[in-house]
């Protein structure tokens, strides 16, 4: 069997959501650890992020990365889905959690719509802030601040205009929520799609990644209802 071959049969397409996904989770928890900093002041979250787009050329190759692994996890979590569908086309006409070994609950069988909507929330984000006022293409001199004598992009003054407002704050709240359930069952899937545990710890690991996305979750929300709430 051809490399090709395999990685476009279901065992493949798995592997490659499982890499990908434990690949994405690694990036969103260092993005939470990295958002947290405003816990310490705007300047420190403005050196913080300009000391990410001062590593130039080594960003835009991470940033590479990290669009190739979230395209490969998009496109080969809608086949894994079409495959099911296909296999199944006519639903069930009652949906009841099996848990056990299977661990067939809501947020598994919920995957591919929360998926949509974190990759829809992604694109959003990105346009809101990466490319939002003072971003690449956009250098809007309100948006620039001084600290230590170097000019940089005052990101802490977006994030805080952002999260000023209801919609955006708990909007972002609602997600987060999504995301929670998403990587419940997907550190579990990709652990299991790698081959990297026994059956006997799958409860175990399904815990695991429940604490994880869980924290994950929190730690981006405290920042957005910290500022709302007028606490930082």
Known sequence: MSLSTHLNSPIGKKLITGITGLGLTIFVLMHMIGNLSMFSGDDAYNEYAHFLASLGPLLYAIEAGLLLFFLAHVVNGFKIWMGKRKARPQPYAVYKSAGGPSMQTPASRSMIITGIILLVFTIFHLISFKFGPGGPGNGDAAYLTMIDGVEMRDLAKLVREKFATSWYTFG????????????????????????????????????????????????????????????I
């Open 172 to 231: 972002y709240t609602a997600i987060m929520l999504l995301l929670v359930t998403h990587l419940r069952h997907g550190v579990w899937s990709a652990l299991q799609s790698l081959g990297a545990m026994r059956p006997s710890l799958s409860p175990v690991i399904y815990t695991i990644g429940g604490l994880l996305g869980l924290g994950i979750g929190l730690g981006f929300i405290v920042m957005p209802l910290a500022i709302y709430f007028g606490m």
